[in-house]
């Protein structure tokens, strides 16, 4: 059996924010145990002008909205970038989650050949939909998702290799 478009993202996208989802509930736990203000966390960047840990997760959901969005041939939701606090993120990994659900199989398989083309200030970039994905989508998606771990695992947040494959499953 050949691996579909839709197995390649669709449930990457799922597991992994599920998994961002679980980076919050481990921050949270850790923050009431060790009376860290999750203000901390919110604010916390790599530096050297890296955006916020707020940012990471408002990119990381942009990525896998506007990825499956661009699979399935139909317009990603507008999430405005307002969110300050831990339910907010929660809140917007969910609906995020709820969208890319709604992406169904059939929307996506096939679409390997369909054209994405992305237009940013002085620049277009053509792709097929498998280029896009493996390419640039899953890429940019997987960064943010890694840069957020990574943001709260230098804040002392006790996340490991399996938080971050597995999430909220190591737990079970």
Known sequence: MSLSLYDASITVYLQMLKNLSHFLDKAETYAAEEHVELSTFTEASLGHGMANFVRQIQLASDAAKSGAARLAGVEAPSMPDTE??????????????????SIKRDQVHGQEGRAVVLTFPGRT????????????????????????????????????????????????
């Open 84 to 101: 300050t606090t831990f339910p907010e993120l929660k809140e917007r990994i969910a609906k995020t989650i709820a969208f890319v659900e």
């Open 125 to 172: 970039m053509e792709f097929t939909g498998q280029s896009f994905l493996l390419t640039f989508s899953l890429p940019n998606f997987l960064f943010h998702v890694t840069t957020a771990y990574a943001i709260l695992r230098s804040q002392g947040v006790p996340l490991g290799k399996m938080d971050f494959l597995a999430g909220a499953q190591t737990a079970a």
